[in-house]
Nanobody, 127 residues
């Protein structure tokens, strides 16, 4: 059974940085897409960044390109999201998610495609 546990959220001023971590139980297996999604108050959950575990292929939402970096540490079974130049509009609950893709490295941001979700971690950016 896949388990995902996020950590690293908190409060920061605009322009600051935070690093989120997601401990994943499946990292002994390849062929997964893992991603970070976020949900701001009153808004729908949206994709932020994805990574294909077998090849390290990444993709980003336009709103975070150049500011956020998704990465993985397989020996530690952990996915990261390094967030820099944070803006108040980045305030949200951030979720880690995963889906099995086998040899297909195209991850996508469609929420219903992701079978496994963490509990979320709050990120608050003040102006």
């Amino acid at each position: 059974q896949v388990q995902l546990v996020e950590s690293g959220g908190g409060s920061v001023q605009a322009g600051g940085s935070l690093r989120l971590a997601c401990a994943a139980s499946f990292y002994t297996n390849s062929g997964y897409c893992v991603g970070w999604f976020r949900q701001a108050p009153g808004k729908q959950r949206e994709g932020v960044a994805t990574l294909y575990t077998s090849g390290g292929i990444t993709s980003y939402a336009d709103s975070v390109k150049g500011r956020f970096t998704i990465s993985q540490d397989k020996p530690k079974n952990t996915l990261y999201l390094q967030m820099s130049s944070l803006k108040p509009e980045d305030t949200a609950i951030y979720y880690c998610a995963a889906r099995w893709r086998g040899a297909n490295w195209a991850c996508g941001f469609v929420l219903s495609d992701y079978n496994y979700w963490g509990q979320g971690t709050q990120v608050t950016v003040s102006s």
